[in-house]
């Protein structure tokens, strides 16, 4: 019996990985020039942005880091993109008892910046971010678990990339791929097999209510 329903943030909950590209580019064009998002994604994101910057640019890192804030939090404020009716169904479950946590790639800076702009910094139970040495979020979500109390076979964890689905198979959980935002790669998700893969909303509620009843 599932007990807990765990998410990812970037590209789950809100269409933030454009910010994230942007601010990015921002601060190491002068340097590097210029980059798509494919070529940012594949090269640099999986670590924290402390660790990217600390080590792709150690001589420069912490006056980056710096710049990369201040971008990441001017472009937060000036967008509202949370996936709509997502945020409603997360306090839904939190209210019939599930245990709903986040657990997320971005560093403890960026994840506050975009929890307090889209006022749920209280929706999760518990809070698990990434880490600078690489992406590990089998381990955060191992964390999360046992926070609340809750054994992997009793999770769900939801995110939009096929690295975590692959994450979560590390962790023991059921895979659900979120590919309901344009930045998904529905493909990428697929060929890794999910348990099950959901492209709006509205379909995922329903597949959870199949599970924890009414969401209303």
């Not at 096929?162 to 023991?172: E, N």
């Amino acid at each position: 019996m599932f007990k807990a329903v765990v998410f990812d943030f970037d590209g789950t909950i809100a269409n933030t990985l454009p910010i994230c590209f942007n601010a990015f580019r921002r601060v190491t064009e002068p340097i590097v020039g210029k980059m798509t998002d494919s070529e940012i994604r594949a090269k640099y994101f999986g670590p924290t942005e402390e660790g990217i910057f600390h080590t792709h640019f150690p001589e420069h890192a912490e006056e980056m880091l710096k710049e990369y804030y201040k971008y990441y939090e001017e472009m937060q404020k000036e967008t509202n993109n949370t996936v709509p009716g997502l945020m409603e169904l997360i306090h839904a479950l939190s209210r019939k008892g599930v245990h709903v946590a986040l657990v997320t790639a971005k560093g403890p800076v960026s994840c506050k910046i975009s929890l307090e702009h889209y006022g749920i910094v209280d929706a999760f139970e518990t809070i698990e971010v990434g880490s600078p040495k690489g992406r590990a979020k089998d381990v955060g979500i191992l964390k999360a678990l046992d926070a609340m109390g809750v054994k992997p076979d009793e999770a769900i964890y939801v995110g939009d990339s096929y690295k975590d689905v692959i994450s979560s198979r590390k962790a023991h959980v059921v895979s659900w791929g979120a590919v309901w935002l344009p930045t998904a790669e529905p493909e990428r998700v697929l060929a890794e097999k999910p348990d099950e893969i959901f492209y709006n909303v509205e379909d995922f509620k329903a597949r959870l209510e199949e599970i924890f009843g009414s969401l209303d």
